[in-house]
């Protein structure tokens, strides 16, 4: 399975942005998506997960209200709406996979079986 993420970039405070997470693969529909970020010096973080299904999100607290993690299972992809974007949500930005599709929610980093490659969003004061 292979991710690529896209859509990052810089943005001033209050903006938006749209990430994208395309998957190769058949099996997509039967994975839990998720997506991570991680600030320099800082731990990698979860953001925001969806069933495979697409029924039931989770959010981080520090995000509740302002992302929105979507999926399209016809078209391999999730998308993580991103509004009123604060300095600190500056990172890189991570989408992936989790093979426990079934689950609720899936929060912890060693959860998840596949990776993408990350992508960067700065937003400025």
């Known amino acids: 399975v292979q991710l690529q993420a896209s859509g990052g970039g810089l943005v001033q405070a209050g903006g938006c942005l749209r990430l994208?997470?395309?998957?190769?693969?058949?099996?997509?529909?039967?994975?839990?998506m998720g997506w991570f970020r991680q600030a320099p010096g800082k731990e990698r973080e979860f953001v925001a997960g969806?069933?495979?299904?697409?029924?039931?999100?989770t959010y981080a607290d520090s995000v509740k209200g302002r992302f929105t993690i979507s999926r399209d299972n016809s078209n391999n992809t999730v998308y993580l709406q991103m509004n009123t974007l604060k300095p600190e949500d500056t990172a890189v930005y991570y989408c992936?996979?989790?093979?426990?599709?079934?689950?609720?929610?899936?929060?912890?980093?060693?959860?998840?079986?596949?990776w993408g490659q990350g992508t960067e969003v700065t937003v400025s004061s």
């Open positions: 992936a996979a989790s093979r426990r599709g079934y689950y609720a929610t899936v929060r912890e980093v060693r959860d998840y079986d596949y």
């Open positions: 994208s997470c395309a998957t190769s693969g058949r099996a997509f529909s039967t994975y839990y």
């Open positions: 969806i069933t495979s299904s697409g029924r039931v999100t």
